[in-house]
């Protein structure tokens, strides 16, 4: 299948300094990513906090700009474009944030919000206007008499839905999903989970999905990448990944996931976490400090990928 969003060698850094008048970014958010996702499906993009997934998300979307690297759109380059270029691509391209009460304007509406986006964006005119925002409310599970009370009249789950309305408001065709559960309770998660799936289905986005928790990826994802200081480590369709996951860190995370199954006690290899090899140049690959199968290798060159039936892996163990 063609490939709808493309991302090709993405590079960001953050921590700029300078060091005897030359300049040095020593903090490798994203490093050297190529990631496809396919149109009207969804790619989990699965790591610990910190490992480079929101900065990837924003990238995409430029509301940051990479440091190097290409992000194509249907084979469109968009990250060569000017902003005024860039502008139709905003309706187009739609985020989701983690915190639902962080990113909705207390002072404003829900009626407020939607109708400054649907008439800035010149999606529907005059009387229509109404009638769109209350079908969107429909469409995520909220009253239609939610335009006129303000956020904090709601609760998480229906902030969230909120948020989600707001993205669909401007029919875009895909939207990167940021965490968008991990701040609701567990109880509310699968409602958004479905709300999503169910959107997908009738409008046919594609979905980038991130998170830090496998078994949320796993419900919604056609494909999982496994993000690791900024480099992805593992790669493939869903199933094959949770049934025969190759690198350490994968199988960390999976071992992570808990069982609904009492009694039931997971072998678990005990990590040590060194904070400085995040901040610090190494070579090699990116896990070494924390791997448990770690050989000289490994410290010495970043591994290459090796692919079987579409499922990839940067692992010197696999080589």
């Given at each position: 299948?063609?490939?709808?969003?493309?991302?090709?060698?993405?590079?960001?850094?953050?921590?700029?300094?300078?060091?005897?008048?030359?300049?040095?970014?020593?903090?490798?958010?994203?490093?050297?990513?190529?990631?496809?996702?396919?149109?009207?499906?969804?790619?989990?993009?699965?790591?610990?906090?910190?490992?480079?997934?929101s900065?990837l998300?924003?990238?995409?979307?430029?509301?940051?700009?990479?440091?190097?690297?290409?992000?194509?759109?249907?084979?469109?380059?968009i990250?060569?474009?000017?902003?005024?270029?860039?502008?139709?691509?905003?309706?187009?391209?739609?985020?989701?944030?983690?915190?639902?009460?962080?990113?909705?304007?207390?002072?404003?509406?829900?009626?407020?919000?939607?109708?400054?986006?649907?008439k800035?964006?010149?999606?529907?005119?005059?009387?229509?206007?109404s009638e769109?925002?209350?079908?969107?409310?429909d469409?995520?599970g909220?009253?239609?008499?939610?335009?006129?009370?303000?956020?904090?009249?709601?609760?998480?789950?229906?902030?969230?839905r909120?948020?989600?309305a707001?993205a669909?408001?401007?029919?875009?065709?895909f939207?990167?999903?940021?965490?968008?559960?991990?701040?609701?309770?567990?109880?509310?998660?699968?409602?958004?989970?479905?709300?999503?799936?169910?959107?997908?289905?009738?409008?046919?986005?594609t979905?980038?999905?991130?998170?830090?928790?496998?078994?949320?990826?796993?419900?919604?994802s056609?494909?999982?990448?496994?993000?690791?200081?900024?480099?992805?480590?593992?790669?493939?369709?869903?199933?094959?990944?949770?049934?025969?996951?190759?690198?350490p860190?994968?199988?960390t995370?999976?071992?992570?996931?808990?069982?609904?199954?009492?009694?039931?006690?997971?072998?678990?290899?005990?990590?040590?976490?060194?904070?400085?090899?995040?901040?610090?140049?190494?070579?090699g690959?990116?896990f070494?400090?924390?791997?448990p199968?770690v050989?000289?290798?490994?410290?010495?060159?970043?591994?290459?990928?090796?692919?079987?039936?579409?499922?990839?892996?940067?692992?010197?163990?696999?080589?």
């Open positions: 299948m063609k490939s709808f969003i493309e991302i090709k060698n993405l590079r960001k850094s953050f921590g700029e300094r300078k060091l005897f008048g030359k300049s040095e970014y020593f903090l490798k958010a994203i490093d050297d990513v190529s990631l496809t996702i396919e149109k009207g499906k969804t790619l989990g993009l699965a790591g610990e906090s910190g490992c480079g997934k900065t998300g924003r990238c995409l979307l430029r509301l940051i700009d990479a440091d190097d690297g290409k992000i194509f759109y249907e084979g469109k380059d990250s060569a474009i000017s902003e005024k270029d860039f502008i139709p691509y905003r309706k187009k391209m739609q985020i989701v944030f983690q915190d639902p009460y962080s990113t909705l304007n207390p002072r404003m509406t829900v009626g407020a919000m939607l109708k400054e986006i649907i800035f964006h010149k999606i529907r005119k005059g009387k229509d206007v769109y925002m209350a079908k969107l409310l469409k995520v909220l009253n239609r008499n939610a335009v006129n009370k303000y956020p904090h009249e709601f609760s998480g789950g229906q902030r969230q909120i948020v989600i707001r669909l408001a401007v029919e875009p065709e939207i990167v999903c940021d965490e968008p559960v991990s701040a609701l309770d567990v109880s509310i998660q699968s409602q958004i989970l479905n709300l999503l799936i169910d959107l997908q289905t009738e409008f046919g986005l979905y980038l999905f991130i998170s830090h928790d496998l078994s949320v990826v796993k419900h919604i056609d494909k999982i990448a496994v993000m690791y200081l900024g480099k992805i480590v593992e790669y493939g369709e869903t199933k094959q990944l949770f049934e025969n996951a190759f690198h860190y994968t199988k995370l999976l071992n992570s996931v808990p069982e609904p199954v009492v009694g039931l006690k997971k072998e678990k290899k005990i990590i040590p976490y060194d904070l400085q090899t995040t901040a610090r140049k190494q070579t690959c990116s070494q400090a924390r791997c199968d050989i000289d290798v490994c410290r010495k060159e970043f591994p290459s990928e090796f692919q079987e039936g579409g499922h990839s892996v940067y692992c010197h163990l696999k080589l």
